[in-house]
């Protein structure tokens, strides 16, 4: 009875975001429900990607220090052939 009456006073702009208002409570659950779904895939997007590179981290510097020792290496025996690494 007291929002009838509020409407019935109020502006054509009020009304219409009253209207509004009500239209975003009866649709919060399934907004909340999306951007919550949302907020989940980028999360574990975002926590895949850095387990990958993470996982990448180790093999790109193990493979770099492997390629520096050989470069390092060869360098050694070509310039001093006795060394031995």
Partial sequence: ???RGFISIS???SRFSLLLFSMLLAELPFF???WLLLL???LTRL????SISVSFLPAALVHYSSQL??????FLHQ???LVTL
């Fill in 79 to 81: 310039h001093f052939p």
């Fill in 47 to 50: 926590m895949e990607s850095i």
């Fill in 11 to 13: 502006d054509p702009g």
């Fill in 69 to 74: 020792s050989w470069h390092s290496g060869s």
């Fill in 40 to 42: 989940v895939s980028t």
């Fill in 32 to 34: 909340f429900g999306s």
């Fill in 1 to 3: 009875m007291g929002i």
